[in-house]
């Protein structure tokens, strides 16, 4: 499938013949593709902007996948042995990260009395994007939702903030994969195609918006 560009971080589950596999997909900065194994079922996780694991290096996670060490079923995170999420649990499992300390927010944990330009330099170390970044992507996946709604080009260019369509165009190209035109033409939700797109909706940003 298509991966497009997103700045959150996911923990990801999935079981392929009888194995179990638990690890940290990091924020991308481009569109990728990623493959899908057949018969494979997934559980993932995506944390807010700005959200990550204390246990998980930022420039090994950032455009890659950190696995976890597992025993048996159960994958180790800090010296805590974990259930891989599942649909029913997952929201509590996020719970137990953050009371434990294991899930951190860039935002929140800053000083009071910092300075922007050292706000954003802590976002960076933590996330491993800039907050310009994330902007440009949320703003590509606001174009592209848009854009698949049936919306005009040219009035999503203009109220997504683009100078122009070529100026549209090459962003979604960089940050979703597809063109406006693959876009305009694809259905929303699963898409039977030879590369469908990944999950794609918009998120709130890093100012909350």
Avoid: C, N
């Avoid at 996948?65 to 509590?92: N, T, W, Y």
């Avoid at 305009?184 to 469908?196: D, H, I, K, L, M």
């Amino acid at each position: 499938m298509t991966s497009v560009a997103r700045a959150q971080w996911d923990l990801v589950a999935w079981e392929e013949l009888d194995s179990v596999h638990v690890g940290v997909q990091g924020p991308e900065s481009r569109a990728s593709k990623a493959p899908v194994p057949a018969d494979t079922e997934f559980v993932g996780v995506r944390f807010a902007v700005g959200t990550f694991l204390t246990a998980v290096p930022v420039p090994s996670v950032v455009d890659g996948f950190v696995d976890l060490p597992l025993r048996g079923r159960i994958f180790q995170l800090e010296g805590r042995s974990l259930r891989p999420p599942g649909f029913d649990d997952a929201e509590d499992l996020v719970d137990f990260l953050v009371r434990e300390g294991l899930l951190l927010d860039a935002a929140t944990s800053a000083s009071a009395g910092m300075s922007e330009r050292t706000r954003q330099r802590r976002f960076r170390a933590a996330t491993g994007l800039s907050q310009r970044t994330v902007r440009q992507i949320e703003r590509a996946h606001d174009a592209a939702t848009r854009i698949q709604d049936g919306e005009a080009l040219v009035d999503v260019a203009h109220e997504t903030g683009y100078f122009d369509q070529p100026h549209l165009s090459r962003s979604l190209r960089h940050f979703i994969g597809w063109s406006a035109t693959q876009l305009a033409g694809a259905p929303r939700g699963p898409q039977e195609t030879e590369s469908p797109l990944s999950l794609l909706y918009k998120t709130p940003g890093p100012d909350g918006r």
